[in-house]
Nanobody, 119 residues
Framework: QVQLVESGGGLVQAGGSLKLSCAAS????????MGWFRQAPGKEREFAAA????????YYGDAVKGRFTISRDNAKNTVYLQMDSLKPEDTAVYYC????????????WGQGTQVTVSS
């Protein structure tokens, strides 16, 4: 059983930056594709970013492309999401997820961390 714990959320002004972290335990971290999803109030959960097992390949949703950067440190069992040029519409609960493959439903989810961007 893999446990995922997110941290780094908070309140930031538009145009600012935040870096989220997700620490994994209880499994072989390097075997999972890691991703970040987000869910704004009243909206469905949407894909933000994903990173391959080695970290060589990254993928982004259209809403965050060019502003967010996903990375991972397999030695620390941690995945990161650097968020720059934040907009009020980025306000959401951000969830870390671990999946067996890029196009598979995640097997594990974190509890989420709130990001609020003020205008």
């Amino acid at each position: 059983q893999v446990q995922l714990v997110e941290s780094g959320g908070g309140l930031v002004q538009a145009g600012g930056s935040l870096k989220l972290s997700c620490a994994a335990s209880g499994g072989t971290f390097s075997k999972f594709v890691m991703g970040w999803f987000r869910q704004a109030p009243g909206k469905e959960r949407e894909f933000a970013a994903a990173i391959s097992w080695s970290g060589e390949n990254t993928y982004y949703g259209d809403a965050v492309k060019g502003r967010f950067t996903i990375s991972r440190d397999n030695a620390k069992n941690t995945v990161y999401l650097q968020m720059d040029s934040l907009k009020p519409e980025d306000t959401a609960v951000y969830y870390c997820a671990a999946a067996g493959g890029l196009y598979t439903v995640p097997d594990y989810w974190g509890q989420g961390t709130q990001v609020t961007v003020s205008s």
